[in-house]
């Protein structure tokens, strides 16, 4: 797809003499969408754990009691088939967006690039534009200039702590978090946490930006292989914009047949990854569409039509004109999209199914079975309810399998036949099957405990199987 | 890449290992006490351990962590140390980028 990189002319090395990026800033409809999609996930990313939703955090993976809240759900280890789903999901959604429309998420989604995004922009509300800041990087050090580096130092440090922090308030209650951080109560592993993903954030959005992307991101380099013909990909032009010819040059020529490119290097300035997109596709690009914007900007000042640096496909570049329908409707689409279609599915039906409480049996282990009063054979069971609603609940149990047989609530000892187990929580039980002596029965038989609810327009049932000892005949 | 910001060969080995040790140790983990509860797992151990939930998924993280990276950092180590004498290896090898 790309031409091997020795063929790439190092034309970066012109307008790039420092060994940092400084991407130049843009304005165009990209910039302002990619400036909304950051906006929106980072206000989701450090709002959420503030939002309440019943008396709780609404969105609280609550590590210490194993349940994940999220909103009027709760999630238990139980569930862990929706964890599993979750993440297959996550994957074919990654195939299937890069499929149809390349690296979107790289351009506006990734956290690598929000989180840089809005390191950015701390740095450019401090040290200014790029060319302001080239120089004052070259500058001698000067009052000025420390105070502007100690000042976007701050700025990054306590930006990356609240995001360590907000991290770890998805863990624990962040409330109580807050106010514990702020008169330095907060210890331990919360602490550990805190610095730990503070520190990552500050590495990967103030110092290796386009370098995680370039070098250390499995899915930049694979991405590839889920790219076809029909994959949209930022693109220049070649055919328009070649020859390329600047300045002077360029009036001189200017009988002669130029291309509309007036090798301005606007597009390499804007460019994150610090690349040359006139070189052709490269993986490093991540279709920021920095570069569109910013020749747009160019073309319009100069008099030409918009559009020499576009999203295109690679069969389009080569003169192909297929409908949006025609495109859309290849089998690698139609494959990614009828897998995500039965996996979503099956993951809402799961959780539309979802039994509101969960029975685990254990048989006693001291002793097979015991006499009890009157002469019947009794079998003891450990019996953990979990009730997985939002609601108490009570629970009746019945026993099947086994003629003659009852079954009855032990321990803890309370009156009636039905136990209570409050929201979200998990009762522990002894649960007593009684058989006289007189009835049929072989030493070991399959027996069905079922667990009733009580409460509620439509109680569940579960029904357990174990095994029911006897005395021998 | 002859870019002056270009990172030194064994800096970019770090950090690919570092990261992508990262990755998988944040699935392994979730995958592995979803399963397992870490302060049963304490219980079991072969001599008195006492450990809560937090410090179980923890250390359980920076154990997943560390161990892939280790295991990373000795693969790459093997892949790109000591040519066999006799044949010769692929041109530019790691170079090519598709
Ligand atoms: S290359 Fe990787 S790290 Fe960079 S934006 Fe894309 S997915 Fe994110
Ligand atoms: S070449 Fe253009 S789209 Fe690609 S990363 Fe650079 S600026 Fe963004």
Known sequence: ?473 | MEQSRAPSKQMIRLGVVVWVSFLWAAIATMLFFATFDPEELSQLATFPMTLDRTSGYSIGFLLFWVLLMLNGWIVTWLLQSGKPSGDALPAAEGERHE
């Not at chain 1, 862990?80 to 149809?100: E, K, Q, V, Y």
């Open chain 1, 1 to 473: 797809m790309s031409k091997p990189l020795q063929d790439i002319p190092v034309e970066v090395k012109l307008y790039e003499k420092s060994d940092k990026i400084y991407p130049r800033e843009t304005k165009g409809r990209f910039q302002r969408l990619r400036v909304a999609s950051v906006y929106a996930l980072l206000g989701l990313y450090y709002a959420l754990p503030w939002i309440n939703w019943d008396g709780r955090q609404a969105v609280l993976f609550d590590l210490p009691a194993r349940k994940f809240h999220i909103f009027f759900l709760t999630f238990w280890p139980q569930d862990f088939i929706f964890l599993t789903l979750l993440l297959i999901l996550a994957g074919l959604s990654l195939f299937f967006f890069t499929a149809i429309a390349g690296r979107v998420w790289c351009g506006y989604a990734c956290p690598q690039t929000v989180w840089t995004e809005a390191f950015i922009w701390m740095e450019r509300w401090v040290e200014g534009t790029r060319a302001q800041q080239m120089k004052l990087a070259s500058a001698p050090m000067s009052w000025e200039k420390a105070r502007k580096r100690v000042t976007k130092q701050v700025l990054w440090i306590s930006f990356a702590l609240f995001t360590g922090l907000t991290f770890v308030g998805y863990f624990q209650p962040i409330r109580g978090l807050v106010v514990d951080f702020a008169q330095f109560q907060v210890g331990g592993w919360a602490l550990f946490w805190v610095l730990f993903y503070g520190f990552a954030t500050y590495g990967n959005a103030g110092f290796m930006r386009e370098q995680v992307c370039k070098y250390m991101c499995p899915y930049a380099r694979f991405q590839s292989a889920m790219f076809d013909r029909d994959t949209l990909i930022v693109a220049y032009d070649t055919k328009r914009g070649e020859p390329r010819s600047r300045g002077k040059r360029r009036k001189e020529d200017a009988e002669s047949e130029l291309g509309d490119c007036i090798d301005c290097g606007i597009c390499v300035q804007v460019c994150p990854t610090g690349i040359d997109i006139r070189d052709g596709l490269q993986y490093e690009c991540i279709a920021c569409a920095a570069c569109i914007d910013g020749c747009d900007e160019v073309m319009t000042k100069v008099g030409l039509p918009t559009g020499l640096i576009k999203y295109s496909t690679e069969a389009q570049d080569q003169g192909a004109h297929k409908s949006l329908l025609q495109t859309l409707l290849r089998p690698r689409v139609i494959i990614y999209a009828t897998l995500l279609a039965v996996v979503f599915t099956g993951f809402i039906t799961a959780l539309v199914m979802r039994s509101s409480f969960q029975v685990d049996v254990l048989r006693d282990r001291n002793a097979f079975f015991r006499w009890a009063e009157n002469d019947t054979i009794e079998n003891s069971f450990q019996v953990r309810v979990m009730n997985k609603s939002q609601q108490d609940q009570s629970y009746i149990v019945t026993v099947h399998g086994l003629n003659q047989a009852q079954v009855v609530w032990a321990k803890p000892d309370l009156d009636g036949n039905s136990r209570v187990v409050p929201a979200g929580e998990i009762g522990e039980f002894t649960v007593l099957v009684q058989l006289p002596e007189n009835a049929e029965f072989k030493r070991s038989q399959v027996i069905q405990l079922g667990f009733e609810e009580t409460r509620g327009d439509k109680p569940e049932t579960v029904t357990e199987e174990t095994r029911f000892w006897g005395p021998k005949r």
